[in-house]
């Protein structure tokens, strides 16, 4: 690091750095190598309230600056994270153990949010309505939500706070993070930079807990506040929903994916091995638009199965700040084990090993081919998250789609062909908000990312994704002469 100033170790709340009420701590640790990284506050939901109290406080002032300013103070943010790309980068990859070449383009990514809602800010348009009678006008505005609770996940430590908070920020609503425990440093370190660049006291709060729990009840069940959106696993999606409902919160939810990649035989087979292995491998396979299924068409089954293997050899796995490691450990032994299972459970059921399959040492596991998967495989239907490629068989573009939907996710997916009108065909069969086309990797700014089915509800970035933070409000003018 560069710079120290960048690892906090307080969280912030109304313009201040404080400790958990109760002076509690928790250790935050590097899983390529398992040493202590920092120890900061463990705060419970007296904590998270007072912080809720601070932006709420602090909305009134804040929804009333123009949004020239608010977009003034986005930019001014942008350039502090840019400023501190190769800090930032670090620091994620110390705690969530990503490679640091990704770490480094997650900066990029996430900063992009905070310098595309700066821009929106500005073009929170309404509308105006020709009215049913003549004595009237009709006008639509738009408006600040009010508080918004970020609730993000350790995949993506820096990219998923700043994809909720760009936009709320730029609404003119106050924002409380909260980061995960595996991964609080990047978000307290976003929350100095929040600072550096001037938002006003309780407008930016970063809370850190372990008791996701009790924390996440209070941000869903208070009143004050007014929009949660959260990034992370459908069941703890099912929770937050439903506790949302006693304040008929309003939410956005980026869920689970179970992505499907398909090769058709009129692919360009090389192509679809480079998109192949950015997408499963990517963060160690631990991202929801990540593969979790290839479907190969029986003509070009072998070729691709064998290419793909080739290139999955080649990957460097290792402590993600090495030089020219392409594939780090996995975040927890939760996540290895479960990693472990399904592949042991794929082969079990006849799948066939032709790349890894072992363990590393640590936290560490082989990107992995398994060949003729099929169906009834655990793999098949849940979200493995790490880097096993499990390659199914098909020989019909009809019986492919089928196989794609069947899955209660509906997130991202893959397809790769030279048929124009199959193109068109696939990308409005498939069930899923995103697909990519002869296209591995389709994450930025200005597209739509979100899901259908339990894949989530609501989409981040883009032009749409400001709505998510805003009410519309309808004005009646009567009386008019
Ligand atoms: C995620 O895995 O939740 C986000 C992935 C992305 O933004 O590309």
Redesign the pocket.
């Known amino acids: 690091m560069q710079k120290n100033n960048l690892i906090k170790t307080e969280a912030y709340v109304n313009g201040k750095w404080v400790n958990a009420g109760t002076g509690k701590t928790f250790d935050v640790n590097n899983p390529a190598t398992g040493e202590l990284i920092a120890s900061i506050p463990d705060m419970n939901r007296e904590d998270v309230r007072q912080a809720i109290d601070a932006a709420n406080d602090a909305w009134p002032a804040y929804r009333s600056l123009t949004a020239y300013q608010r977009a003034t103070l986005l930019k001014k943010w942008y350039a502090l994270i840019l400023e501190h790309k190769e800090d930032l980068a670090t620091l994620m990859t110390l705690e969530c153990g990503k490679v640091l070449q990704e770490s480094l383009g997650e900066v990029e990514y996430g900063a992009s949010f905070v310098e595309w809602f700066a821009e929106e800010a500005r073009r929170t348009y309404g509308d105006v309505i020709p009215a049913p009678s003549n004595d009237k006008r009709i006008v639509v505005i738009k408006q600040s939500i009010g508080v918004v609770a970020a609730l993000t ?1 350790w ?2 430590p820096l ?2 706070i700043t994809r909720k908070v760009g936009p709320a920020l730029a609404a003119g609503s106050p924002v409380i993070v909260k980061p995960p425990s595996e991964t609080p440093l990047t978000g307290l370190a976003l929350a100095y930079l929040a600072e550096k660049a001037g938002f006003p006291p309780g407008v930016y709060n970063t809370v850190t807990t372990t008791d996701s729990s009790e924390v996440g009840k209070e941000l869903c069940e208070n009143r004050k506040v007014r929009k949660l959106s959260f ?1 992370g696993s459908t069941q703890v999606g099912k929770i937050l929903m439903s506790q949302c409902s006693s304040t008929l919160k309003k939410l956005s939810l ?1 869920l689970g994916g179970n992505a499907p990649f398909i090769v058709f035989d009129d692919a360009d087979v090389d192509a679809a091995v480079i998109g192949a292995i950015i997408s499963p491998f990517r963060n160690s396979g631990q ?3 990540c593969v979790n299924r290839f479907f190969a068409q029986d003509k070009v089954y072998e070729e691709f199965v064998a290419k793909l293997s080739s290139a999955v050899a080649a990957l460097k796995v290792g402590n993600g700040l090495d030089q020219g490691v392409q594939v780090g450990p996995l975040i927890s032994t939760k996540g290895l084990n479960k990693v472990k299972q399904h592949v042991e459970d794929a082969v079990a059921k006849g799948a066939v090993l032709t790349e890894g399959g072992k363990e590393m040492g640590g936290l560490f596991y082989q990107p992995t081919v398994l060949a003729d998967a099929t169906a009834d495989m655990v793999i098949a239907q849940e979200e493995v998250f790490g880097p096993v490629a499990p390659v199914f068989r098909f020989s019909t573009e009809e019986e492919v789609i089928k196989m794609a939907n069947d899955t209660e996710y509906g997130l991202a997916s893959y397809f790769y062909t030279k048929d124009v009108s199959r193109c068109w065909r696939v990308a409005e069969a498939l069930e899923c908000g995103m697909v990519g086309i002869n296209e591995g990797l389709i ?1 930025n700014a200005v597209a739509p ?1 979100g899901g259908v089915k339990e894949s989530g509800v609501g989409r981040e970035g883009s032009k749409y994704g400001m709505d998510y933070f805003m009410e519309i409000k309808y004005l009646c003018f009567g009386g008019i002469k």
């Open positions: 996940p995949n993506f990219a998923m990034t980026e991202t929801c638009v994450s990312f």
